[in-house]
């Protein structure tokens, strides 16, 4: 089993950044793929960034390309989502999510946590 507790989220300009932060136990962190996805009301839970085991490689969705980043430390068993330039259109609930292998589909992540919410007002 694998705990992950995402912190971080709050109110934040457009224009803004904020940084989430998500903190695993239970189960060998190097060992684990790490994603972020978010759900805005009314919408499908949508994938954010996925980074590989060894923080060697990430891929984004294309909207937040090149104003988010994220990255882990392995030795903090923490996985972070650093997001600026924010825009109204951010705003949702970010969840943090765990896979044994690199990969985007939804069905491979194994574990999510509780979720933290971003709200970017204009």
């Known amino acids: 089993q694998v705990q992950l507790v995402e912190s971080g989220g709050g109110l934040v300009q457009a224009g803004g950044s904020l940084r989430l932060s998500c903190a695993a136990s239970?189960?060998?962190?190097?060992?684990?793929?790490m994603g972020w996805w978010r759900q805005a009301p009314g919408k499908e839970r949508e994938f954010v960034a996925v980074?590989?085991?060894?923080?060697?490689?990430?891929t984004y969705t294309n909207s937040v390309k090149d104003r988010f980043t994220i990255s882990r430390d392995n030795a903090k068993n923490t996985v972070y989502l650093q997001m600026n330039s924010l825009k109204p259109e951010d705003t949702a609930v970010y969840y943090c999510?765990?896979?044994?292998?690199?990969?985007?589909?939804?069905?491979?992540?194994?574990?999510w946590g509780q979720g933290t919410q971003v709200t970017v007002s204009s």
């Open positions: 239970g189960r060998t962190f190097s060992s684990l793929a």
């Open positions: 999510a765990a896979r044994a292998t690199w990969g985007i589909p939804r069905d491979g992540y194994n574990y």
């Open positions: 980074i590989s085991r060894d923080g060697v490689s990430t």
